[in-house]
């Protein structure tokens, strides 16, 4: 069964995420893939790589039927703009902004009461050489962070400084910069943190945590009054699960209940 879509709060950010097991019903993916327009079907076939292909897909399901709740149509008439850099919008959705990011079989949606919203997901690699990365883009505040923490816990601090960056580059409105160095980031309380270079922290918004051990998402919000985030777990049009959030003095880590959600596409979606 269909389970509401959550209330949008007016002074917080809404994530949703979906995993690649959301494709896992062929007649799921079959409806999915009905709502996407003439554009979007070509792109969706120019994928070499079944993996693109499907966070393609789901990126374009969380998309479309989360703004047809918001917008009051049906997700296949969801009306969308894709700028030069790849960028969509979405005419009809003019009080709140939103943002796509997807790495490692993850999807996340942010939508936020602001004028500008970044998200990043990235997949956890522990084969990366992260402290090379590190020494070459990170400020020296950043890489002194990272030393003090135990070893354990070092890499998952870096991808967080990593999408922390991706994230805030977004909400600007330029993407990553080339010079990383210049925008350098610290804890603000928790899972917030603030840009050093930033002259106006009140009107921005960044937050960022790890799921578990094996995605580390940041979100960052710049033109309002915004107070916090509340996460999702989604199977678009068919299931969500509010995620708790675990904060520790190192970390704070997202968790959900169950290992899979479940249901079952409806014809009705179509």
């Not at 409105?173 to 002259?199: P, T």
């Not at 107070?227 to 699960?241: D, F, K, N, Y």
Request: proline share 4%.
């Amino acid at each position: 069964m269909t389970r509401p879509f959550p209330e949008l709060h007016p002074k917080r950010v809404t994530a949703l995420c979906a995993d690649r097991a959301a494709l896992a019903h062929e007649s799921r993916a079959t409806v999915y893939q009905s709502w996407l327009n003439n554009a979007e079907q070509v792109r969706l076939q120019q994928f070499r790589r079944t993996a693109d292909a499907d966070m393609f897909l789901l990126g374009r399901a969380l998309l479309r039927s989360s703004l047809a709740h918001l917008t009051g149509v049906s997700p296949a008439d969801v009306e969308l703009r894709i700028d030069a850099h790849g960028k969509p919008s979405c005419p009809s959705l003019r009080e709140r902004a939103f943002n796509l990011s997807h790495s490692g079989g993850m999807v996340v949606l942010a939508i936020a009461p602001t004028a500008a919203v970044g998200v990043d997901i990235e997949a956890i690699d522990l084969t990366l050489d992260w402290a090379s990365v590190a020494s070459d883009h990170f400020a020296r505040s950043e890489l002194a962070d990272i030393a003090a923490l135990p070893t354990e816990a070092q890499p998952g601090r870096f991808y967080r400084y990593w999408t922390l960056k991706e994230a805030y580059g977004k909400a600007q409105g330029r993407g990553i910069v080339s010079d990383l160095r210049r925008m350098g980031f610290s804890a603000f309380g928790g899972h917030c943190y603030q840009c050093q270079q930033s002259d106006d922290h009140q009107s921005e918004f960044l937050w960022a945590a790890q799921i578990r051990n094996h995605h580390a998402l940041a979100l960052a919000a710049i033109g309002g009054e915004v107070e916090g985030v509340e996460i999702w777990r989604s199977v678009p049009q068919l299931e969500m699960e509010q995620l708790k959030i675990q904060t520790s003095p190192q970390s704070a880590e997202l968790h959900w209940e169950r290992d899979h959600l479940v249901g079952e596409p409806d014809s009705r979606l179509r």
